[in-house]
């Protein structure tokens, strides 16, 4: 039954997971631990006090093992992320630090795990990549976990509902989500988390909707209220009434029978009505999502972001795991193309031993080529890695944050003391493996036709470029409302990089979140761009934009958008000529009004 007086309340939070769920909101006590106050230990009761953080932990430990023996088979896909918070409970910056707090301030375990967990806080906060930044979640899920055995405070059990509900909460841990029975559960929203967060993966990967980073929802919703989530606009309807849900019913139905004819469609190749082929490619972050890539028809791996097995274990990883990770990925592609990105981590991204040099500003600090260019031997490591991976499929390598020419002169002389090193040891390897570089950085930009005469290949990081360019920090929400792909400064970077490319006999990508809006494809097309690389989901909404155009026309459409000024210019243009294509596509219009 809906009120008499329904308040059609909208709050807007993140998109986690796509899809509409109508039903009754069910309130779950998860993820706040209470805080607990700091307290001397004395002298000699300290070798207890961290006895009793020790156990904690083992029990913690013991309690996740048990989650991940009981997963159900829907769930096994998501194995690795439950070992990945099981490896973050032995993790130097949670356990050892906690410890030398304890007994070096002689104060109580809860303490000094909360102490040890705002370090590593603060640490991420400086981090701009959301995919990275949002592992900090990760140590929290675990470390609250921990809390709540040191303290016994009690938190509800998800896998015991037995309603169909949605389910709001403070927040929930990857292990929390793997609890939820698919056939009670309809969807869930929470107050923390954000897209790239473990938790919206398993939601994704169980295709139920899940709106996140609600911020005050747990205060606003109660047990029984009527609530409509819409994962894909990352919005949420609070107590609606009867039009509002009627419509979202027919909307609801709508997404379900455009998803489905995605799926019947996404692995058709994405050629323009005029008979251009465009590769379509996944960005992934771990071997695991080269599933995911294939399923929503990935062509190839357009960026293999490989920074996660440096953050999350404990110690760097070996030659040997890199490998091992590179070559399945390398393998299950089947010779589609995978491009390799050497790390990308720095003073503003943690690795378990990489040093924290603190940076007053990390995001033009020593980050991505430039530590490896200081750190040789972790970079040799893993070009190694890749260059032995790279004998199992068509493997290339690429350089992020290239600045200048004397950065590629320099990578390609490590690259070549690897080479040698490999031929030496009698190890086989790719001698003759593809090199390319991601332009992100401005003056790589400026230098682009020199540049590519040294490279096989060029990837557009937007993400970077815009953060670069128009000087918007892209983690910044004050900011957020200026961070515009389609600045007029933007498209004719991206235009003068594709001409140098073209004119050096290159290919050029564009792996930017830039790259997952059908709205851009009609223009960056004309301009020359050979692959769009971008997350799996987005896929086969681009190739279907692709198919339903012309390049022929997208090159005059283009000349008019490049004498545009203005972003709101160039927007209205693209509406004008392309909006109705795109919601007749989509046939499903996201998102609630
Ligand atoms: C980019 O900068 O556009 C990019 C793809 O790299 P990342 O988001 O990993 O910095
Ligand atoms: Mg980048």
């Given at each position: 039954m809906l009120h008499e007086a329904s308040k059609n309340i909208i709050l807007k939070g993140i998109g986690g997971s796509p899809g509409i769920a109508i039903g009754k909101a069910y309130f779950v006590e998860k993820g706040k631990v209470d805080i607990v106050d700091k307290y001397r230990i004395r002298p000699g009761r300290v070798e207890s006090e961290v006895k009793r953080f020790r156990n904690a932990v083992t029990e913690s430990k013991q309690e996740l093992a048990r989650i991940m023996e009981g997963l159900p088979e829907e769930y096994r896909e998501n194995t690795y992320i439950l070992d990945a918070q099981l490896m973050l409970l032995a993790d130097k910056k949670i356990y050892e630090s906690t410890i030398a707090r304890i007994e070096k301030e002689q104060i109580n375990s809860e303490w000094a795990l909360q102490k040890s967990v705002d370090d590593v806080r603060e640490v991420f906060s400086k981090i701009s990549a959301p995919y990275i930044k949002e592992r900090i979640n990760d140590i929290v899920h675990v470390s609250e976990r921990i809390l709540r055995n040191l303290t016994g405070q009690e938190e509800d059990d998800i896998s015991a509902i037995n309603k169909r509900v949605i389910l709001v909460a403070h927040d929930l841990s990857p292990a929390d989500a793997t609890q939820i029975q698919l056939e009670k559960v309809m969807g869930f929203i929470t107050d923390l988390g954000g897209r790239t967060s473990h938790t919206a993966i398993i939601a994704r990967s169980l295709e139920i909707p899940a709106v996140l980073g609600l911020e005050d929802a747990t205060r606003r919703i109660h047990t029984g209220d009527i609530l409509i989530i819409d994962g894909t606009k990352g919005m949420v309807i609070v107590d609606p009434d009867e039009e509002t849900v009627t419509r979202c019913h027919s909307e609801k139905e709508r997404f379900e029978a455009y998803e489905a004819m995605v799926a019947r469609s996404?692995?058709?190749?994405?050629?323009?009505?005029?008979?251009h082929h465009i590769r379509v490619m996944a960005n992934i972050e771990m071997a695991q999502e080269v599933v995911s890539a294939i399923d929503h028809g990935?062509?190839?791996?357009?960026?293999?972001?490989?920074e996660y097995l440096y953050l999350n274990k404990k110690g760097l990883p070996t030659e040997e795991e890199l490998f091992e990770s590179y070559r399945e990925v390398a393998e299950i592609m089947k010779g589609r193309p995978v491009t390799i990105r050497t790390l990308d981590i720095g003073a503003d991204k943690i690795g378990s031993d990489l040093k924290w040099s603190r940076e007053v500003n990390p995001a033009l600090g020593l980050r991505a080529i430039r530590f490896c260019m200081k750190e040789t031997g972790i970079f040799k490591t893993q070009l190694a890695a890749i260059l032995r991976a790279a004998v199992y499929g068509d493997v290339r390598l690429m350089i992020p944050m290239i600045s200048g020419m004397a950065e590629i002169i320099a990578a390609r002389r490590i690259l070549t003391d690897v080479c040698e090193s490999l031929d030496k040891e009698g190890v086989v390897f790719k001698k003759d493996i593809k090199v390319g570089i991601m332009v992100e950085v401005p003056s790589a930009v400026v230098l682009a036709d020199v540049l590519a005469e040294e490279v096989d290949f060029f990837s557009i990081g937007t993400n970077d470029l815009i953060q670069y360019s128009i000087a918007i920090d892209r983690g910044n929400e004050h900011v957020a409302d200026m961070?515009?792909?389609?600045h007029p400064a933007i498209l004719r970077m991206i235009k003068s990089v594709a001409e140098a490319a073209r004119a050096a006999g290159i290919k050029v990508s564009i792996c930017g979140e830039?790259?997952?809006?059908?709205?851009?494809v009609p223009i960056l097309l004309p301009m020359g761009i050979d692959e769009l690389s971008m997350n799996p989901i987005s896929i086969p909404e681009i190739k279907r934009m692709i198919r339903a155009i012309s390049l022929e026309d997208c090159r005059s459409f283009l000349e008019e958008v490049m004498k545009k000024r203005t972003v709101r210019e160039i927007l209205n243009i693209v509406e004008e000529e392309f909006g109705e294509k795109i919601q007749n596509m989509a046939s499903y219009e996201p998102g609630l009004k």
């Open positions: 996404s692995h058709l190749p994405a050629e323009t009505l005029d008979g990935g062509d190839g791996i357009g960026l293999y972001r490989t961070y515009q792909p389609l830039m790259a997952c809006s059908p709205f851009h």
